[in-house]
């Protein structure tokens, strides 16, 4: 089977199992504290994490180094994740499923805003353009102003701020690293920072039930599966080729959020959702034209 049906294919199921994961946080928020339930599914997620580690040919080929000198790089990575985490998990339980999960498409936006200072990359017009008329889409969906607005509608922009830090930090640790290893390493201090989280804040709750564990262990294997997921389909092929497939998480997210949830926020929803993924697509066109050289 071709690399490009086959990076696609995981594409579309790492987006799923992720979307079902937000699907149990948002059933189980109303028992445990978002920062808890980070944690947990940290905690949990390190089983394919691990899986990923040990069956990578790239971390056995270079000697199977757990560790790299660019360590703090790795928990700041760990420590972006764990705000983007928090803040996700809390706009879940205030906001309608699809519409949470659609601000945080803003992501792309964020870090494209963000590689010029960062990175120092050239970011032109056409990039600029789409990164302001993304914003214009999330601010539509957000309605400023109309009695349907609440400051929850922000939450999903730390989301956005926290994986776009995550992924611009990631750019800055030597390629040498094998992805597997960092994604370990993210994974771990991301577990670590919303354990303390918890402690500082809410305190951990006692799991009250068998069912709850079940949906608690689910939780954290679909999120690290997911991620799993993303992670190779992106080594398998292009950014440019993987990354439009995202947006069907939109999808999956209405689609859940109805049959679990009895939402259906089209009107919110719409005209912005068209105009941050006509943005998101147009900032991905720019990328793979500037790594082709034109």
Same mark, same amino acid.
Request: hydrophobic letters at 55%; aromatic letters at 12%; a positive charge.
């Given at each position: 089977m071709?690399?490009l049906?086959v990076a696609?294919a995981?594409?579309l199921?790492?987006?799923f199992?992720?979307t079902?994961m937000?699907?149990i ?19 949990f997620?390190l089983?394919?994490?691990?899986a ?12 199977r ?9 790795g928990l700041?990575?760990g420590?972006?994740?764990?705000l983007?985490?928090?803040?996700f998990?809390v706009?879940?339980l205030h906001?309608e499923?699809?519409t949470?999960?659609?601000l945080v498409f ?5 870090m494209t805003?963000?590689? $010029?200072p960062v990175l120092?990359?050239?970011v032109?017009p056409?990039?600029?353009s789409a ?10 969906i $957000?309605?400023p102003?109309?009695?349907?607005f609440?400051?929850y509608?922000l939450?999903?922009l730390?989301?956005?701020?926290g994986?776009?830090t ?7 640790i030597?390629?040498s ?7 370990l390493?993210?994974?771990?201090s ?5 354990c303390a989280?918890?402690?500082f804040t ?13 949906w ?6 679909l999120g ?7 992670t ?9 080729n ?7 998480? #939109? #999808? &999956?997210?209405?689609v859940l959020g109805?049959?679990? &949830?009895a939402?259906?926020?089209v009107?919110?929803?719409f005209?912005?959702v068209?105009?941050?993924v006509?943005a998101g ?7 793979h034209r500037?790594?082709e050289?034109?």
């Amino acid at each position: 089977m071709p690399p490009l049906i086959v990076a696609v294919a995981l594409c579309l199921l790492g987006i799923f199992l992720l979307t079902a994961m937000g699907a149990i946080i948002k059933f189980l928020g109303d028992v445990y504290p978002p920062q808890q339930l980070s944690a947990l599914r940290n905690l949990f997620g390190l089983v394919p994490a691990a899986a990923l580690l040990l069956f990578s040919a790239d971390w056995h080929a270079k000697g199977r180094k757990l560790g790299f000198a660019q360590w703090r790089y790795g928990l700041l990575r760990g420590g972006a994740v764990t705000l983007a985490q928090y803040s996700f998990y809390v706009s879940l339980l205030h906001l309608e499923f699809a519409t949470a999960s659609t601000l945080v498409f803003a992501t792309p936006l964020v870090m494209t805003a963000l590689s $010029m200072p960062v990175l120092g990359e050239r970011v032109g017009p056409w990039r600029w353009s789409a990164v302001v008329a993304g914003f214009v889409g999330i601010v539509m969906i $957000m309605q400023p102003g109309s009695d349907v607005f609440s400051l929850y509608a922000l939450l999903p922009l730390g989301v956005a701020v926290g994986y776009a830090t995550s992924a611009i930090v990631a750019r800055l640790i030597d390629k040498s690293v094998p992805t597997a290893t960092l994604n370990l390493h993210s994974q771990v201090s991301a577990c670590l920072g919303a354990c303390a989280l918890t402690l500082f804040t809410s305190g951990f709750v006692a799991v009250g039930s068998a069912e709850h564990w079940f949906w608690i262990v689910s939780m954290g294997v679909l999120g690290g599966g997911g991620v799993m997921c993303l992670t190779t389909a992106y080594r398998l092929s292009r950014p440019a080729n993987v990354a439009p497939f995202e947006y069907f998480g #939109i #999808i &999956f997210a209405f689609v859940l959020g109805w049959i679990f &949830f009895a939402e259906a926020p089209v009107d919110r929803l719409f005209p912005g959702v068209l105009v941050i993924v006509a943005a998101g697509l147009l900032i991905i066109w720019r990328e793979h034209r500037s790594g082709e050289g034109t």
